[in-house]
Nanobody, 123 residues
Framework: QVQLVESGGGLVQAGGSLRLSCAAS????????MGWFRQAPGKEREFVAV????????YYADSVKGRFTISRDNAKNTVNLQMSSLKPEDTAVYYC????????????????WGQGTQVTVSS
């Protein structure tokens, strides 16, 4: 089993920045992609960004491209999401996820999910 714990959420004004982190623990041996998703009230969960095991490949949703940056530190088993130029429509619960099984890029599915961290952007 793998446990994922997100942190760094909070309240920020529009135009501001926030950095989310996700720490993986447990059976983390092996190569795995890590991604971020979000779910706003009344909406379905949507993909935000994903990073490959080595960090050389990243993929972003069009809605966050140019504003969000995903990165990872494999020595610490963490993945980060730097969010800038935040908009009220970025308000959501943000989840990190890990893909251990698929070799496709970007991963079409994920094996483990965190509990989420709330991000609220005020106008």
């Amino acid at each position: 089993q793998v446990q994922l714990v997100e942190s760094g959420g909070g309240l920020v004004q529009a135009g501001g920045s926030l950095r989310l982190s996700c720490a993986a623990s447990g059976r983390t041996n092996g190569r795995f992609a890590m991604g971020w998703f979000r779910q706003a009230p009344g909406k379905e969960r949507e993909f935000v960004a994903v990073i490959s095991w080595g960090g050389y490949s990243t993929y972003y949703a069009d809605s966050v491209k140019g504003r969000f940056t995903i990165s990872r530190d494999n020595a610490k088993n963490t993945v980060n999401l730097q969010m800038s130029s935040l908009k009220p429509e970025d308000t959501a619960v943000y989840y990190c996820a890990a893909d251990f099984t698929t070799s496709r890029w970007p991963p079409p599915q994920y094996d483990y999910w965190g509990q989420g961290t709330q991000v609220t952007v005020s106008s």
